[in-house]
């Protein structure tokens, strides 16, 4: 059996805090949150400032940040994926016709993590940054992919005790979340009804690959005050199709994205 080592560990720790926080992070912050002696965090946090990996926001607070070796590193791992190289110009030539955010994700050990964010100008203001991870439940991206898998399955991997609210919207009860699902399946489009943000709607599709499996989903992201009939209609098919075309890019050979 290998032996994990303990400091390597802690660097990844610190790595995954710091990248899920929207403010940088103090000595003491991240010291007590990890549970680590703050005189480790310190030769830990400046051992990664020296390498690149974090920066020092604010030298008067003694706050930290991603750096940019840690951009780099994350940004070798997106051109390794396949479905970026395919996904990416579609996802920003959909963002020029709808003129919102567009979102490319991909489900990891049962969360949404993001990987490309599309943005016009006048962009859709959301929580959501790259690399960073949502649960599936929530958000049009996630549930989007929840629906290609079978009802039986859904229920292996979710129960009525792990469906957390983030906004009082958010579907919280597992009958409910399959009745959604299968609605999703009918349509064939995910909506995302301001469940993980509270001023956010989002629809979204799957992505599939040549095995016929959802390997990522992308969506589109408006203010809930601005969503319309007409623009539902409009998004819902222009997320589709762009969804479809990246499929046929990977192999994917089947006419419609639920089956």
């Known amino acids: ?12 720790e610190i790595l995954s805090l710091i990248s899920k926080s929207q403010e940088s992070l103090t000595i003491s912050e991240v010291s007590t949150t990890l549970d680590i002696p703050k ?10 400032v020296e390498k690149d990996f ?5 030298d008067k607070l003694k706050t930290f940040k991603l750096g940019l070796k840690s951009f780099e590193v994350g940004t070798s791992y997106l051109q390794d994926r396949k479905v970026s190289q395919v996904a990416v110009p579609l996802v920003e030539k959909l963002m020029s016709e709808v ?18 964010k599309s943005e016009p100008l006048n962009e859709v203001r959301t929580t959501a940054k790259l690399g ?53 399946r009918s349509r064939g ?3 995302d009804n ?35 009939e007409d623009k539902i209609e409009e998004y819902s098919r222009k997320v589709r199709e762009t ?5 046929r890019k990977l192999g994917f050979m089947k006419k419609d994205l639920y089956f």
Do not use: Q
């Open 1 to 12: 059996m290998v032996r994990l080592n303990k400091s390597a560990l802690r660097v990844t």
């Open 39 to 48: 005189s480790s965090t310190f030769n830990l946090l400046y051992t990664l």
């Open 54 to 58: 974090l920066e020092i926001d604010d």
């Open 99 to 116: 003129k919102n955010t567009v979102f490319l994700a991909v489900e990891d050990k049962n969360e949404l993590v993001y990987l490309n």
């Open 132 to 184: 960073s991870r949502m649960p599936m439940y929530c958000t049009g991206l996630g549930k989007a992919i929840l629906a290609t898998y079978s009802n039986e399955h859904i229920k292996t991997k979710f129960s009525n005790e792990n469906l957390k609210a983030v906004t009082k919207y958010t579907i919280t009860n597992i009958n409910d979340l399959i009745k959604d699902l299968e609605m999703i």
């Open 189 to 191: 489009y995910s909506i």
């Open 194 to 228: 301001r469940e993980s943000e509270e001023k956010l709607f989002c629809l979204a599709a799957p992505i599939y690959d040549f095995s016929e499996k959802a390997i990522a989903t992308i969506s589109i992201a408006t203010l809930y005050s601005e969503i319309t």
């Open 243 to 247: 969804a479809l075309n990246i499929s």
